[in-house]
């Protein structure tokens, strides 16, 4: 089976400072992670992916993230935090070789709180 | 460019009663998903489907009933409300491939009294 952790129901940070939000995985293959943002009243929206290839990902409003296949992690990164990033944060983890490879399994969430 | 749209945004059932949640999406996308989401716990899977006449079960299917006759549209039927059904409801559809990212509707709130 897999999953996904988020160990971090919220994370405050500085407007400047820069931002990580965790994410640990459990899949019995080579996993598809995501991440995705949520802002208020609306459905979630694709930040960025990692299939195959380089550990860091690039993806929109300059988030990045890291893959770590020893520790099982994609934490999800900005060099500078904005306000407007203030949102909630979901990771998911696919894997392609499992018996329910088309479901995305999503993590439970982590609010970020950008602080000006 | 509309998307996915899911109808209503609201609606308030009493326990017993039954509705459809309406979901459409203009990408030509053949994959379509229905997730709910509760507080603190992410999204859960209900139903999917790969295709036009084609659905399965998810994480959470039991008090739901879907259909798919068309590309476009993936109704979600709940029969006989229940309180445990009180919650939000995503749409997503997908291009073929696991590495495809999902497309969200805004949901849809229900709540059942």
């Known amino acids: 089976a897999q999953s996904v952790a988020q160990p971090e129901d919220q994370v405050n940070v500085a407007e400047g400072n820069p931002l990580t939000v965790k994410c640990t995985y459990s899949?019995?293959?080579?996993?598809?992670l995501f991440w995705y943002v949520q802002y208020p009243n609306r459905g979630l929206q694709f930040l960025l992916k990692?299939?195959?290839?380089?550990?860091l990902v690039k993806g929109s409003y300059g988030f990045e993230a890291e893959f770590n296949k020893s520790q099982t992690s994609f934490h999800l990164k900005k060099p500078s935090a904005l306000v407007s990033d203030s949102a909630l944060y979901f990771c998911?983890?696919?894997?392609?070789?499992?018996?329910?490879?088309?479901?995305?399994?999503f993590g439970k969430g982590t609010k970020l709180s950008v602080i000006p | 460019n509309a998307g996915v749209t899911q109808t209503p945004k609201f609606r308030i059932l009493k326990i017993g009663q039954s509705m459809t949640l309406q979901c459409t999406q203009d990408?030509?996308?053949?994959?379509m998903y229905w997730y709910r989401q509760d507080p603190g716990m992410g999204l859960k899977l209900i139903y999917y489907?790969?295709?036009?006449?084609?659905?399965d079960k998810g994480e959470v299917p039991n008090g739901y009933n879907v259909s798919r006759s068309t590309t476009e549209d993936f109704p979600l039927r709940l029969e006989l409300a229940a309180p445990s059904q009180t919650s939000v409801y995503f749409c997503?559809?997908?291009?073929?491939?696991?590495?495809?990212?999902?497309?969200f509707g805004n949901g849809t709130r229900l709540t059942v009294t």
């Open positions: 990408m030509n996308h053949n994959y």
């Open positions: 899949v019995s293959g080579n996993p598809y």
């Open positions: 998911a983890v696919r894997d392609p070789s499992g018996a329910g490879s088309y479901q995305l399994t």
């Open positions: 997503a559809s997908s291009e073929p491939g696991q590495g495809s990212p999902l497309h």
């Open positions: 990692y299939i195959t290839g380089d550990n």
């Open positions: 489907s790969v295709g036009a006449g084609i659905t």
